[in-house]
């Protein structure tokens, strides 16, 4: 089993940017595809970004394609979302997720990890 632990989320301006970092522990971390999910009070919980365990494959939602890029360090079992040119529609409190079975192309469809982190949030105001 894995704890996720999420952090750097803040108030930014529009056109800032910001780097939300995921710590692991626990072990399995390595073997997980990984993602980023995003979700405002009242709404569905959206996919923004994910990586495979190992090939480095990565996918992104079209609102944020060319602006965020995700990354992650195994040997430190962390998990990082850069986000550039940061919009007002950006704001959201923002997960990480992983397990064993979940895919990084599979999280865009439908599939929901079972480990998840407490959240962190991000404002963007203009």
């Known amino acids: 089993q894995v704890q996720l632990v999420e952090s750097g989320g803040g108030l930014v301006q529009a056109g800032d940017s910001l780097r939300l970092s995921c710590v692991a522990s626990?072990?399995?971390?390595?073997?997980?595809?990984m993602g980023w999910f995003r979700q405002a009070s009242g709404k569905e919980r959206e996919c923004v970004a994910t990586?495979?365990?190992?090939?480095?494959?990565?996918y992104y939602a079209d609102s944020v394609k060319g602006r965020f890029t995700i990354s992650r360090d195994n040997a430190k079992k962390s998990l990082y979302l850069q986000m550039n040119s940061l919009k007002l529609e950006d704001t959201d409190t923002y997960y990480c997720?992983?397990?064993?079975?979940?895919?990084?192309?599979?999280?865009?469809?439908?599939?929901?990890?079972?480990?998840w982190g407490q959240g962190t949030q991000v404002t963007v105001f203009s």
């Open positions: 990586i495979h365990f190992n090939d480095g494959s990565t």
């Open positions: 626990g072990r399995g971390f390595s073997a997980y595809d």
């Open positions: 997720a992983g397990d064993l079975t979940s895919t990084a192309q599979g999280m865009f469809l439908g599939e929901r990890p079972a480990y």
